[in-house]
């Protein structure tokens, strides 16, 4: 069970949690009624993270899926994480791979040999009259594009990227593995130098989860990466903005800031930050800005770019890291 999955809030709470109208908190908002916190951020500097990839378009956890949303210049990658039977971390949300390919069974039963025959790419096909994204990168549909991916292969392309790339890395509970899957987290991300950054470095790996538990395990056993606590629904005790100790990073999903827009401001009040799930329309990502938050996890990574202003490609957001591109064609 998510720890903090809810039920449906009591009567008497929900009374306690909706005292003023969303609309009445935005104009609070603008008119600075605000603590000591965090600065909001600007449109152009909100962070772009890619949710299972540019899923919108390619079929979501797939190396193309990854591939499409650097290309369309996301600023960072999310992914869900399982470990298999035979004990390797995979990029899969469900539990069972019935949904995205053309097998089936639950994910931790499975190896990763088992996992390879499968073909994650032919479940989403694109609309009538449709272009799939692939004739824009045709490069995407080769050979292995569409197969199961492991963790180790995505944060090969993280690491090989010309620039710093982002990864928000959720880990999926409940499992029959429960610990472990943080135990073989770290060990990964260790042989990528990416567990313990150094002093006055920052990885560019963060670990979400709606467990608090699994971001515990996080904090104990890579103190020094970010972790992000994920709320469908923002507990009582947590309604001021303030965070789990040693969490400083605030995963309620948009559906949560329609409702209390306020609470963005209360985790900034705080000193906290706020990355917010799964962004996709226009009217969500406008809120978002209104709200300043501290990153926009969207299935659509190009449209999010476009409406922030920057422009959605990977030219763009290599000269935005100062990464000069050559024209293999010059001299
Ligand atoms: O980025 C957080 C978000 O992915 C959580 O929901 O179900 O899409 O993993 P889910
Ligand atoms: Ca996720």
């Known amino acids: 069970m998510h720890s903090l999955r809810p039920s449906e809030p009591r009567p008497s709470e929900r009374?306690?949690?909706?005292?003023?109208?969303?609309?009445?908190?935005?104009a609070a908002l603008r008119t600075g009624a605000s603590g000591p916190g965090l600065p909001r951020r600007p449109a152009l500097e909100i962070p772009v993270i890619a949710h299972r990839g540019a899923s919108d378009d390619v079929p979501e956890h797939t190396l193309a899926a990854y591939e499409a949303a650097?290309?369309?210049?996301?600023?960072?990658?999310?992914?869900?994480?399982r470990l298999t039977a035979d004990m390797q971390l995979v990029c899969v949300h469900d539990r069972r791979v019935n949904?995205?390919?053309?097998?089936?069974?639950v994910v931790?039963?499975?190896?990763?040999a088992q996992l390879r025959q499968l073909?994650?790419?032919?479940?989403?096909?694109?609309?009538a009259g449709e272009e799939h994204e692939y004739a824009e990168y045709p490069d995407l549909r080769r050979e292995g594009a569409h197969r199961v991916l492991?963790?180790?292969?995505?944060?090969?392309?993280v690491v090989e990227h010309p620039h710093r790339v982002e990864m928000a890395i959720e880990t999926k509970h409940p499992t029959r593995y429960a610990g472990l899957v943080e135990e073989h987290l770290v060990a990964l991300l260790d042989r990528f130098g990416l567990a313990h950054p150094r002093l006055g470095e920052t990885s560019p790996v963060r670990v979400m989860s709606f467990s608090a538990m699994s971001v515990r395990r996080i904090r104990r056993l890579a103190p020094s990466l970010d972790t992000v606590l994920l709320l469908d629904r923002v507990p009582l005790r947590l309604r001021d903005g303030s965070l789990p100790r040693g969490v400083r990073i605030a995963g309620p999903g948009i559906h949560i800031l329609r409702i209390h827009p306020e609470y963005v401001e209360?985790?900034?009040s705080m000193g906290n930050r706020v990355h917010v799930w799964t962004v996709d329309q226009p009217s969500d990502i406008d809120l978002c800005v209104e709200l300043g938050v501290d990153a926009i996890i969207s299935n659509r990574p190009k449209a999010v770019l476009a409406r922030l202003g920057r422009d959605g490609?990977?030219?763009?957001?290599?000269?935005r890291h100062g990464v000069v591109e050559l024209n293999p064609d010059s001299p």
Request: proline content about 5%.
């Open 108 to 112: 931790s039963t499975l190896e990763l």
């Open 70 to 81: 650097l290309l369309q210049g996301a600023d960072g990658l999310e992914c869900d994480v």
């Open 119 to 127: 073909d994650f790419g032919s479940w989403k096909q694109p609309a």
């Open 266 to 268: 209360r985790v900034h």
């Open 15 to 26: 009374r306690r949690s909706e005292p003023v109208s969303p609309v009445r908190q935005h």
């Open 99 to 105: 949904r995205t390919s053309n097998g089936r069974g």
């Open 150 to 157: 492991t963790l180790e292969r995505l944060l090969q392309l």
């Open 313 to 319: 490609t990977a030219a763009a957001a290599a000269a």
